[in-house]
């Protein structure tokens, strides 16, 4: 079992920490996370993972590396790297957004393996959807990442000019899924439920609609169809949503949210 040192605890770095333990069967004693504010990671200590605030000892006793700073502290954590990096040794792979393989090598000066991860944060759940990009020099690597993050939900190998892309529907994809729970939720209380069983119902039946497209792979209208009859009440609800500009706003948001990536580093 490979060592791993995540670089960052923010949420996601914690988030792939506890997957990592408690649904990819990770020993604890082999995921070393820093970050400035040790307190901050109080319960990945209670759960046997290291923890700490310095970055050369955790890539010295790690074999995977994973860059989960802000893009904004990419380069003064690689400069405080670098020396530490044994480039036939270490596998490296970056969950930070709006840089590139190309950038980040750059940073570096040495021809490191790197590897490019975007996962959310049901990674600590081990229900992440997870998109992973590499040259064709770092094949072995790739393959390495892709295996562990497999373990961690779903993986999938994209081209990198996609990455960006990847960010908006797996990271902010989470977000987004949610919001539209949440609403449905609200709708279930003004009908009559009380708040904790309508987010329950909401949840739940969110969880069957994805299942069921998982499941087929079908397509979403496919699935629609068999729920929605002539005159009934389930086409009047989707017409007076999509009226009011459902499918329009998602993908506007989406869109928006795209464009902000350039703005990031």
């Not at 040495?110 to 997870?130: C, F, Y």
């Not at 009380?194 to 069921?212: F, K, M, P, V, Y």
Request: hydrophobic share 45%.
């Amino acid at each position: 079992m490979k060592k791993i040192a995540i670089l960052g605890g923010g949420n996601i770095g914690t988030a792939m920490a506890l997957g990592l333990v408690d649904y990819a069967g990770w020993a604890p004693e082999n995921i070393f996370v820093t970050r400035r504010t040790t307190d901050r990671l109080a319960m990945l200590a209670e759960k046997g993972i290291i923890t700490g605030s310095d970055n050369k000892e955790a890539v010295h006793s790690a074999d995977i590396i994973i860059l989960a700073v802000r893009p904004r502290q990419l380069k003064e954590l690689i400069s405080e790297i670098t020396t530490e990096i044994d480039v036939n040794r270490h596998i490296i792979g970056s969950v930070i957004t709006s840089y590139a393989l190309e950038d980040i090598l750059k940073i570096f000066g040495i021809p490191v393996k790197l590897v490019r991860i975007m996962p959310n944060t049901a990674i600590a759940i081990g229900e992440s959807m997870t998109c992973v990009a590499a040259d064709g020099e770092n094949a072995d690597a790739l393959g390495i990442i892709k295996s562990i993050f497999d373990r961690l939900g779903t993986a999938l190998v994209i081209e990198e000019g996609l990455m960006s892309a990847a960010t908006i529907l797996c990271a902010c994809g989470i977000a987004f899924f949610l919001r539209s729970i949440r609403a449905v939720s609200q709708g279930g209380i003004q009908v009559g439920f009380h708040a904790d069983e309508a987010q329950l119902i909401a949840s739940q039946t969110a969880r069957g609609a994805a299942s069921l497209l998982l499941g087929y792979g079908n397509h979403p209208e496919d699935e629609i169809d068999k729920v929605t009859t002539p005159r009934g009440c389930t086409i009047a609800g989707l017409n007076e949503m999509e009226h009011n500009g459902l499918s329009s706003a998602l993908i506007k948001g989406i869109v928006k949210s795209y464009d902000e990536i350039a703005k990031l580093k």
